[in-house]
């Protein structure tokens, strides 16, 4: 099968598209990376070329050693992805210390992985350690709602969870883990990364202040879904802020009960007195 038919360029080729119709990819805004599975990394063996130079990825993930990620491009619109795949996606290997990496496919006419690897990397190293290989897609976004938020709430990740649990009953059984916000940084290196995956240790939601979201999961179908929970209740609150505020709420102990019926952890760091 020719690589561009396979399931998991499919799937990566719908969720660009989707995501860029709901307008969180104005321009070259946001990227997307999923780490190939075994036997797609086999799979691709005959269309790939391995003969490329290695470049430093400037962080060290050493879990991710000889692993494959389809990922973005610097500087490349999500919106043209399902245009033409092979100049503004590639396939990377990261060598056998997880220090370099080299692209073995697409990314055509000298183009670079996003200028956001840093970020995506450190939460792929971070989320395949603590889901044991399980999570394979990191989805950087900039969403509109989450975004203006970042202007009027306290920039605390324990605020942010309940703030939005708050907008949707389904919220907390969506992201039960929470969100973790980073302060304003400059995007685009390691320092970043450090901060996003830490962050990403207990959370599969993390906004950066005045710029965007990062969300991680098991497939591009849970990603993209979260991305789209998240920033939906995002978009309620402002609605209801611009309304003049909440005249009535689900309460501390309605989450509590909520917790025993769908059979959820919600930490009580998340429920705290207003
Ligand atoms: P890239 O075009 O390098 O992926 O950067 C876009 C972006 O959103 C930076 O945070
Ligand atoms: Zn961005």
Redesign the pocket.
Known sequence: MELLQMKFMREYTKITKDAALKGWHER????ISYRLKEEEAVAIRDFVNEESEYTAIGVTVENLASEYFLL?????FIRNVALSQEENVGIIKIDEKGENYKIVWGLINGAKP???LASHLMSHSVKKRKTNDKYRVIM?S?TTNLIALTFVLPLDGKVFTRELWEMATECPVVFPDGIGVVPWMV??GAEIGKETSNLMEEHDVVIWAH??TFCSGETMDLTFGLMDTVEKSAEILVKVLAMGGKKQTITADNFRDLAEGFNVILPEKFLYEK
């Open positions: 070259n805004g946001g990227n973005t491009g610097s500087g490349k996003t200028s956001e950087h900039h995007p685009g710029h965007g």
